[in-house]
């Protein structure tokens, strides 16, 4: 009777068998992250007349139909004009209360700290419906005013996270070097402190606008009947029908979030602070 093969596992085929086995939940937690977004971006591409994956057939008609409309163009310079109101206040503030969380030594520093980042525990609507009230008492609710509070609210914690967490990294070493050599406590924070910072600061605008563009629970509870963001008039049209042209600007927002991701990662890495 003849010999049956024998199967042998070396330990090299063990290894590369556990290897394979733990890439398994890193694929499926990508796929579960990328494929919605692959889904909308080649969504956006389709020639037909409705939301539809896989498209019929490719075309940029729905590309055209965003540019040329002056409700998408007045929501997208909305929404990009109160970023860009956001953005610095927000950097400055969140610099500020990042530095005093990750790099302070006072009493009731985690307190400070876990009263800042509160927002980000709070679910949005409950965010949204308190900033109504205030804003409701001031005359405020429907203006871009009061839009730019809102955002400043929700983008505050995001941005001291960061920072804290780059203050955190300091040397204590170079500001007291700065210090004893005759430089004013403002003076050493500004030329020391905030360049050795630039990373987490830079992380925290570049959040601050990806949040502030994106923002909609806040949005629109406060946005009132007046101008809208993009994200609010996303969150109408859907309402009414999924056409491709959500899908359009959506893809838009995409690109401009990744591409500005990967100059600022690959200049200063900021995804360190991430």
Do not use: K
Not at 9 to 21: I, K, Q
Not at 145 to 155: E, I, K
């Amino acid at each position: 009777m003849p010999d049956r093969p024998v199967l042998r596992v070396t330990g090299a085929g063990r290894a590369r068998a556990r290897r394979a086995l733990t890439l398994v939940p890193v694929v499926l937690v990508c796929a579960f992250l990328l494929l919605p977004l692959l889904v909308v971006a080649l969504s956006s591409f389709n020639a037909a007349n409705n939301f539809r994956f896989p498209p019929e057939g490719l075309s940029l008609r729905w590309y055209a139909e965003v540019f040329g409309s002056a409700q998408w163009l007045d929501s997208l310079g909305y929404s990009l004009r109160v970023a860009l109101l956001v953005v610095p206040v927000v950097v400055v503030l969140g610099t500020l209360g990042g530095y005093a969380v990750g790099a302070g030594n006072f009493p009731g520093r985690r307190a400070l700290g876990l009263l800042f980042l509160s927002p980000m525990a709070v679910p949005g609507v409950m965010v949204g419906l308190a900033l109504l009230y205030q804003l409701q008492r001031t005359g405020l609710v429907g203006s871009a005013q009061g839009l730019w509070l809102a955002h400043l609210v929700v983008t505050f914690p995001f941005c001291v996270r960061v920072v804290a967490v780059s203050a955190a990294a300091l040397d204590p070493a170079l500001p007291r070097a700065a210090r004893s050599l005759g430089a004013s406590p403002l003076r050493t924070f500004l030329t020391v402190t905030v360049p050795l910072m630039r990373p987490g600061i830079v992380a925290g605008a570049f959040l601050g606008a990806v949040i502030s563009l994106g923002e909609v629970a806040v949005s629109v509870l406060v946005a009132g009947a007046g101008e809208a963001t993009v994200p609010v008039r996303i969150y109408s049209a859907v309402q009414v029908q999924l056409e491709p042209t959500v899908a359009a600007v959506s893809t838009l927002l995409l690109l401009v979030s990744v591409a500005t991701i990967a100059v600022l990662d690959r200049t200063i890495h900021v995804s360190r602070f991430l």
